[in-house]
């Protein structure tokens, strides 16, 4: 992400531009606007080039008409000026901080930390800088890596440490920090065939206990549920720099395939980095549709929520492949999903034993062990 | 006596007993929970109906205490007639089952088996007298008696008689009257809090008979107070006084007709029919007969079964006018108004009485009341409020023809929240129901479920339409409200801010706002807000019209006002005129954009609540958000109804005119409040 970076000045300029949008149109006797792109899975389409999701051409206008759009053109400014402050300072905030202090707005005042983070993404979008550009972290901590990986993390002397994410670290992993970009982290060497993302913490611990990255020559990270930013921008910088494939392991459900989404062809609410988030090659390895029954696995019935998500999958132009109709086909047939931890119906070491060699044959042509 | 004797005796008191016990279930004794409350029910009940009929405004206090072992005193007391000496015993002692069946009219007793079954219950569940304590005007002093029942003999034994001078009565009574009637009775039962309580019945009845104060108060064993209750009147003004009607032949059963036909004390079946009938005349009777094929001589007890089913045909096959409507006491819009602001914090209050009308032969009518907003609980079921004859109902709402009235209507589209637009709605709002009938038919004898009649359900379905679409106004003036305080504030605190912030962190100039606030709002906005001056009891309205539009706007303002007699307009700078009844006109100047005109006026003649809301049309060029076109055409039939035909009239004070219903409240100004209410109510409906 390093061509990206912008400098001070540059982020500064653009965040100016922002509020010189609004004042230009008031010194027009025009209600002061702000243009966005609609960020809505109605407004994703597949960059040919890129090979990932990206907005559309669909634009949005946020303008002083209603009272909605007014404070969030109000918020904006404000916000722009507490980056300013930060950029002058040289401090950086999380996005709850700011929500925080936001309290002290008036009527700029945030109404949720939803809101916050929405419009942070906002302003990265019109200003095409990134939310570090403006010393915003985000909230959330980074993923879990384990395997024989090392890489080079400054430290907060400022100094490079060498970590080998299977012999440096303890059962938890290498914790994978908010910035990943090669200013602060380095990818050094390693010695694996693969890269397997997992959703839960209980099976990315099961996987850890039974020694499958060993057995299987490969790396594990843990997602936490839908990936931060910094666990999707690793996982991208692994499979480019190093050439490594990454398979995705999930539960079965609507959700999960979400998160197959968001790594492979770009999340909608970021579609305006795609191309520095997004892994196009990654491979969704399970739970399928079709496993629920072929292994015969306990399920839960489809919440009426579950089967709102499906069908709304069905319209999100990134489900579009045959592969994903028949799989969401199959899923509302089915009226179940499934867990990743109902694979110890078989017994503890049948998911490293039997399920994932099988499914890394079927879907990689890898032969394991 | 001999033994034989004595068992007899004892085995007919049993019976009594046993009759009591075997329908406690409907006699409202089922539960010592229960108990408590149709024992205040029946004492309440007794005390409302005699000062309607004394026509005094009643004053009932209600007090409960706990004793050991599960037992309740109750003491009721009123400001009632109370009863003379020499009927006491018959009043407590005597089960009055079907005694008055040939009068029909409207009265709360129809329900029960009266004050009777409370004086039974207490002595068979504790065996303590009842205290009956009474005081009649006519006499200085009061009485005091202690009333026993002797079932066999179907009376009352009195004991400890006693006379009590006029000062005693006033400390024991706690109240300044030179009448009223104290009951103390001491039970086998249980105070218990909630939706099936003394205080919600007390507090339903006080909805329905605004012209009482009711006061109750519930003690513990330690002299705690464990639950209170006032409700003050909101009216002096009593109910109309209910008139008897014969039954009307199309209401007729065979049973009724049968005992009818066997107790008259006419001679022949001809006069039987004319006398012992509403709207029989002569006429009609000869028809009845001719279509029976009954000869007008026969005696009437003489009649065989084959005849009185014969003449219970010729009943619905001969033509006969509908029976008089007078019979019932509707409590009439306003005042049930004034009943739920008694009991119930809110914003908006709409009611609906329907012309009486009839059901076979039955007469009947149907009242709504619905109130909307303020401190009610926006989660969950609205409070459904059921009354016949001003008598609460409490149990079975699900069963009953009331409920299942409200439950047909689809109240989505009047603004509450219904999961299928069936069922009770839910959201901050209470819904009450009242049917007036001389004749209530309910699912059993437990009567406290309606049962099904399609005339009354159509009756109460156009009743709820009716209120529906009056909170669909309301609801309406309340987002536009909503909408233009959003603008207002967008206009003057959030975008003065987006300019200074984005010139100060730009380093420009700030911009001028006015044309970027004529083109964000492009309207011309009405505010409109009644509050009450409680000093000089005024409702006070302030009007403001904005023009946020790039041009000058010129504009008539009508505004609807309650007006009636006794009712004025006053501290009106800017004149205007009379549009018709109900509507004041002012034409307005041209408002310039970016400029604000204010009307204001107060309304004088009026009770706190009255009036909380003003309905603002115009009438002129471009809309005005806040306030409605004027519909010209049905000004136009208002008018013609009228008579003025747009004769300008300046305003004069009218001084109030005494109504009619003066003569029965006891004290103050209250004729007001009645009178023209014809009117009023027509205005209330025409927008």
């Known amino acids: ?57 669909k634009k949005t206008i946020r303008d002083a008409t209603s009272l909605g759009s007014a404070h969030q053109l109000l918020r904006a400014l404000h916000v722009t000026e507490f980056m300013e402050d930060m950029i002058e300072s040289k401090k950086s905030s999380t996005l709850r901080e700011m929500y925080y202090i936001s309290e002290g707005w008036g009527y700029g005042k945030f109404g949720s930390q939803n809101e916050s983070n929405n419009l942070a993404e906002d302003l990265e979008i019109v200003t095409g800088c990134l939310r570090e550009d403006f010393k915003l972290r985000p909230e959330e901590d980074g993923a879990r890596i384990i395997g024989n990986l090392t890489f080079q993390e400054r430290n907060r002397r400022g100094e490079w440490m060498r970590i080998n994410c299977r012999d440096d670290v303890g059962d938890s992993g290498y914790g994978v920090p908010y910035n990943v970009e090669s200013e602060k982290l380095q990818l050094v060497e390693h010695d694996i065939d693969f890269m397997m993302a997992i959703e839960t913490g209980g099976m990315f611990d099961r996987l850890v206990e039974n020694g499958f990255d060993e057995l299987a020559r490969c790396g594990l990270i843990h997602l936490k549920g839908q990936p931060a930013r910094s666990t999707r921008r690793v996982m991208k910088r692994i499979n480019e720099e190093w050439g490594i494939p990454i398979v995705v392991f999930t539960d079965a459900d609507p959700w999960s395939f979400r998160i197959f989404a968001s790594i492979a062809y770009g999340a909608i609410k970021t579609a305006h980095i795609s191309e520095y988030l997004a892994t196009p090659s990654a491979v969704y390895l399970g739970i399928e549709s079709g496993d629920i029954e072929a292994y015969d696995l306990p399920s839960d019935e489809l919440t009426p929520r579950d089967i709102e998500a499906l069908k709304a999958e069905k319209s999100d132009p990134r489900f579009q492949s045959q592969e994903w109709i028949d799989q969401i086909d199959l899923m509302l047939d089915l009226g179940k999903k499934a867990e990743q931890q109902s694979l110890a119906k078989y017994g503890l070491d049948f998911v490293t034993d039997t399920y994932l060699p099988e499914k890394l044959q079927q879907k990689l042509g890898l032969v394991i062990g | 006596m001999d033994k034989a004797q004595r068992i007899a005796s004892k085995q007919k008191q049993i019976s009594i007993s046993e009759f009591f016990e ?389 109240w989505r589209r009047y603004g509450l929240e219904q999961t299928g637009g069936k069922g009770v709605p839910k959201g901050p709002a209470a819904i009450l129901v009242h049917l007036a009938s001389t004749n209530v038919q309910f699912t059993s004898e437990a009567k406290e479920a309606v049962s099904e009649n399609e005339e009354v359900l159509d009756e109460l379905r156009r009743a709820l339409f009716e209120v529906g679409r009056g909170l669909q106004g309301h609801r309406k003036r309340i987002g536009q409200r909503e909408k233009s305080r959003e603008k207002f504030d967008l206009i003057n605190k959030i975008l003065p801010e987006i300019a200074s912030k984005s010139s100060s962190m730009l380093g420009r100039p700030e911009p001028d706002l006015s044309p970027i606030i004529t083109k964000i709002m492009n309207a011309v906005f009405c505010e409109e807000e009644v509050i009450w001056d409680a000093k000089e009891k005024l409702a006070r309205c302030s009007i403001k019209i904005y023009n946020y539009t790039a041009r000058a706007r010129a504009y008539t303002i009508i505004v609807k006002w309650p007006e009636r007699d006794g009712v004025a307009l006053v501290e009106n700078e800017r004149g205007g005129r009379k549009e018709t009844l109900g509507l004041w006109a002012w034409r307005l100047d041209a408002i310039n954009p970016g400029g604000m005109t204010e009307i204001s006026f107060a309304v004088s003649g009026l009770s706190h609540g009255d009036w909380k809301e003003a309905e603002v049309f115009f009438r002129g060029n471009g809309e005005i958000i806040g306030s409605e076109r004027i519909d010209e055409s049905l000004l136009e039939e208002i008018r013609k109804q009228e008579g003025l035909k747009g004769v300008v009239e300046e305003f004069v004070e009218e001084s109030p005119i005494q109504s009619p219903m003066t003569e029965v409240a006891s004290e103050g100004d209250s004729s007001v409040e009645a009178n023209g209410e014809e009117e009023w109510k027509s205005g209330n409906t025409l927008f």
């Not at chain 2, 009068?103 to 207490?122: D, K, L």
């Not at chain 2, 006419?266 to 009845?288: A, C, Q, W």
Request: glycine letters at 8%; one cysteine or more.
């Open chain 2, 22 to 410: 075997k329908n406690k279930h409907f006699l409202g004794f089922d539960t010592h929970q229960r108990a408590i409350i149709t024992a205040v029910k029946e004492a309440v009940d007794n005390s409302l109906d005699a000062c309607e009929e004394g026509r005094i405004l009643p004053e009932i206090h209600v007090e409960i205490k706990r004793l050991e072992g599960d037992r309740l005193e109750l003491v009721t007391q009123d400001n009632g007639p109370g009863i003379p000496r020499d009927s006491i015993a018959n009043v407590f002692g005597k089960f009055l089952l079907g005694s008055r069946f040939h009068a029909i009219r409207q009265t709360r007793g129809q329900q029960g088996i009266g004050i009777t079954g409370v004086v039974m219950y207490a002595q068979l569940t504790t065996g303590s007298t009842t205290t009956v304590l009474s005081k009649i005007e006519t006499e200085s002093t009061a009485v005091r008696v202690d009333l026993a029942l002797d079932t066999k003999n179907n009376r009352a034994l009195r004991s400890n008689e006693d006379r009590i001078p006029l000062e005693e009565w006033f400390e024991e009574s706690g109240i300044e009257s030179l009448h009223g009637l104290r009951i103390k009775t001491v039970m086998a039962a249980k105070y218990q809090r909630g939706k099936q309580s003394v205080h919600q019945y007390l507090r339903m009845t006080s909805i329905v008979n605004p012209h009482a104060t009711i006061k109750l108060k519930v003690i513990g064993k330690d002299g705690e107070i464990i639950d209170e209750g006032e409700w003050i009147r909101t009216t002096k003004i009593l109910p109309r006084p209910v008139v008897e009607i014969r039954p009307h032949p199309h209401g007729m059963q065979f049973g009724t007709l049968q005992r009818m036909l066997k107790n008259t004390k006419e001679r022949n079946v001809k006069s039987f029919l004319r006398k012992e009938f509403e709207k029989v005349s002569p006429l009609v009777s000869k028809k009845i007969l001719e279509h029976a094929e009954i000869d007008e001589k026969r005696r009437p007890s003489g009649l065989s079964v084959e005849g009185i089913q014969n003449l219970l045909s010729a009943f619905m096959a001969v033509k006969i006018q509908a029976p008089p409507t007078d019979c019932l006491s509707p409590i009439e819009d306003l005042l049930i108004k004034k009943g739920l602001e008694k009991a119930i914090d809110s914003r908006y209050a709409a009611t609906v009485t329907r012309a009486p009308t009839v059901s076979q032969g039955n007469p009947f009518q149907v009242e709504v009341g619905l109130v909307f907003g303020g401190d009610l609980p926006s989660d969950g079921s609205v409070e459904v409020l059921r009354f016949a004859n001003r008598v609460p109902l409490m149990y079975q709402q699900g069963g009953c023809l009331l409920t299942k009235g409200i439950e047909s209507i689809d």
């Open chain 1, 1 to 57: 992400m390093q061509d990206r970076s912008r400098s001070k000045e540059e982020t500064v300029d653009a965040l100016h531009a922002v509020a010189a949008e609004m004042h230009d149109r008031m010194m027009r006797g025009e209600p002061p606007r702000m243009t966005l792109p609609v960020r809505s899975k109605k407004n994703i389409a597949f960059d040919e080039k890129l090979n990932v999701y990206k907005y559309g051409s």
